[in-house]
């Protein structure tokens, strides 16, 4: 049993090793009698930073001598036999990510509101959360220690915040010396070591788009298959980020870049055999476009950063209905409710569920919500909070609620102003469903 997560804040003291957070009963952990609390500080001689390391060095070791601190102080040094693939059954402390010292001009830091959860200001550049979760890093900070690391345990796919090769540029967009903003030789060493790179360009009007785009995807894609792709996403706005150099993402400036984007893409799949340069949903669905078709995405390489996030999500909604077809529901006018969701989905989702209704005899309706919490251009469901649904109450028919399962934080039923599940029911007065489209499937059915 492995388990890790991103820890809320920054603490600025690290204590030696890592430190056990469960023992599984009956396991190798628990025969040792190591306990929640105890910290591993070596294995085999080596240092332990992490869970990583933990992982890294007893991997595939079937002799192994541990040196535990335990609760009480104590020093112990395990000699260890175990069996092949025999697992530890232990879990540890969160990783305490680093974070980064550049300035860029979208941080989306610089966006929120002052009372937001603490966890929306965390500037997390850290390699190990990039490989575990998928996190852009920027490698501006990154230290010897680190490119060491990544080669050494295999940290890879990495994802890197690129936005623009052009040196000036680069240097301009995160706010930082242009010695510092040069990372072409620490891309060559990773992808000259064999790390993968999936890359990512912020899309700012004006400032990285048009020949510094092109040039960016040019200068990546004669890397693939090192480089294995790009996602370029638009910059994002709220209401308090109002630096002067930022010019908002409009519907004409989404299906300018759709144009121009297009023709790259098309050359590249002649060349390459993959679409490699990505643009993000948000770009199709601002600019009023219908989204690439599947064979577009080919394995959806940057699916978590919203791109193919929309046409992989009607694809399973088209398996859905068929599934509705095997078996039709019972008593579909019992099922009279309504969902929210951002506005930048609303339409697209309205089209789906107004599928369900006319063949299945549901009462659906789908209403998209203003987010006011954040302001400016913030559509995307998963920035909605309890305030924003709360102020929707009279866009509500029907006997529930159905929210985006995202608006809410992963381990726990918050939202992201704060508020908790429990208070938004009480607060709308009607059962409140957050939900995936894999759980709304589900609930269709259990409803019934
Ligand atoms: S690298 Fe990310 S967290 Fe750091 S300043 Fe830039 S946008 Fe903000």
């Not at 025969?31 to 070596?42: F, T, V």
């Not at 990154?142 to 240097?171: G, K």
């Not at 028919?397 to 208070?423: A, N, Q, R």
């Amino acid at each position: 049993m492995y388990e890790f997560a991103v820890a809320p804040a920054v603490t600025g003291i690290r204590r030696r090793g890592v430190e056990i957070a469960e023992v599984s009963p009956e396991s190798l952990g628990f025969e040792l009698e190591l306990e929640p609390g105890d910290r591993i500080l070596k294995v085999n001689g080596r240092s332990v930073r992490d869970y990583l390391d933990f992982r890294f060095q007893t991997a595939g070791e079937t002799e192994l001598v541990l040196d535990v601190r335990k609760t009480t102080g104590e020093d112990w040094e395990l000699q260890i036999e175990r069996g092949e693939g025999e697992d530890f059954g232990l879990s540890f402390e969160q990783i305490v990510p680093r974070q980064c010292a550049n300035e860029c001009i979208f941080c989306f830091c610089n966006g929120n509101p002052a009372d937001a959860r603490p966890s929306l200001f965390i500037k997390d550049e850290d390699v190990r959360l990039s490989f575990l979760y998928g996190n852009y890093t920027t490698l501006t900070s990154i230290t010897e220690q680190e490119m060491r690391r990544i080669v050494e345990q295999r940290l890879s796919p990495q994802y890197v915040s690129v936005h623009a090769t052009d040196l000036d540029v680069r240097a301009y967009l995160l706010g930082i010396d242009k010695k510092r903003a040069d990372i072409a030789p620490k891309l060559t060493r990773l992808l000259d070591a064999g790390i993968e790179i999936h890359a990512q360009v912020v899309l700012c009007p004006g400032i990285n788009d048009g020949a510094i785009l092109r040039k960016t995807i040019a200068d990546l894609a004669a890397e693939y298959p090192r480089v294995t792709s790009v996602a370029i996403v638009p910059l994002g706005l709220t209401r308090y980020n109002t630096d002067p150099r930022l010019t908002a993402v409009t519907p004409d400036f989404c299906r300018k870049t759709i144009a121009e984007i297009s023709a790259i893409q098309a050359d590249l799949r002649k060349r390459l055999g993959t679409t490699f340069a990505f643009l993000g949903d948000e770009i199709y669905l601002r600019g009023g476009r219908a989204v690439p078709a599947r064979s577009h995405y080919g394995d959806y390489p940057q699916i978590e950063d919203g791109i193919g996030m929309v046409r992989s999500f009607n694809n399973e909604f088209s398996a859905l209905l068929k599934s509705l077809e095997r078996r039709p529901l019972a008593q579909p006018a019992k099922l009279r409710g309504t969902v929210l969701t951002g506005t930048l989905f609303a339409p697209v989702f309205k089209t789906l569920i107004d599928k369900i209704n006319l063949r299945f005899g549901t009462w659906l309706t789908v209403e998209g919500v203003e987010n006011n919490y954040f302001g400016g251009d913030v559509s995307v469901a998963g920035l909605l909070t309890g305030s924003d649904l709360v102020s929707a109450r009279n866009q509500i028919s029907g006997d529930f609620v159905i929210i985006p399962k995202s608006t809410l934080k992963s381990d726990e039923e918050i939202m992201l102003d704060g508020m908790k599940l429990e208070e938004l029911t009480a607060k709308l007065g009607l059962l409140v469903y957050p939900l995936d489209l894999k759980s709304f499937a589900q609930f269709l059915f259990w409803n019934n």
